[in-house]
C-alpha cells in the first residue's frame, strides 16, 4: 500500500476515532437526566463572569442543550464523514469553551496551556485543511 493511501486510512481511522469519542460524550450525557454543565461552568478560572452567565437557572437549560446534542451531532457527523468540516469548525468551538473554563492562565489540569481539548482542536484542523470527510467518508460522495 502506498503512502498516500496509508495517511488516508489513518486519518479517516482518526476521524472515526474522534467521531466515537464527542458520539458517546453527547450521548451519555442526554440519557443522565441529572447531568448539566452547571458545576463545570461555574467553577471557572478564566472568564468566570461569562461562564458563571452560562450556568445560570435562565440559561443552563439551552447551554446544556446545545453541548449534548453537539457533542452528539459532531460525533456522527466524524463518524459518518459528512459535513466534516462544519462539525470540526463547531468541534473547535465547542473545545475552545471546555478549556477556557480550566485554563488558569498557563496551567491547565492536566500541563502548560495544552491539554487535551487543544489535541482535539488541532486534530480538527487538520481534518478541515485534508478534507477528512472525503477518505472513507460520505463527504466525497455527496461532494461537500
Request: no cysteine.
Amino acid at each position: 500500500m502506498d503512502k498516500n493511501k496509508q495517511t488516508k486510512y489513518a486519518l479517516a481511522a482518526l476521524r472515526i476515532g474522534m467521531g466515537w469519542l464527542f458520539f458517546y460524550a453527547g450521548l451519555s450525557k442526554i440519557l443522565n437526566p441529572e447531568w448539566t454543565s452547571a458545576g463545570y461552568l461555574s467553577g471557572a478560572k478564566t472568564f468566570p463572569g461569562l461562564f458563571q452567565w452560562f450556568s445560570q437557572a435562565g440559561n443552563i437549560g439551552w447551554v446544556d442543550f446545545l453541548n449534548e446534542w453537539g457533542l452528539l451531532l459532531i460525533g456522527l457527523s466524524l463518524i459518518l464523514g459528512l459535513f466534516v468540516r462544519y462539525a470540526s469548525y463547531a468541534g473547535i468551538a465547542l473545545m475552545a469553551l471546555y478549556w477556557l473554563p480550566v485554563l488558569d492562565f498557563q496551567k491547565v489540569d492536566h500541563g502548560i496551556l495544552v491539554d487535551d481539548h487543544i489535541i482535539y482542536i488541532l486534530a480538527m484542523i487538520v481534518f478541515i485543511k485534508a478534507k477528512a470527510g472525503e477518505h472513507l467518508g460520505l463527504d466525497k460522495k455527496y461532494k461537500i
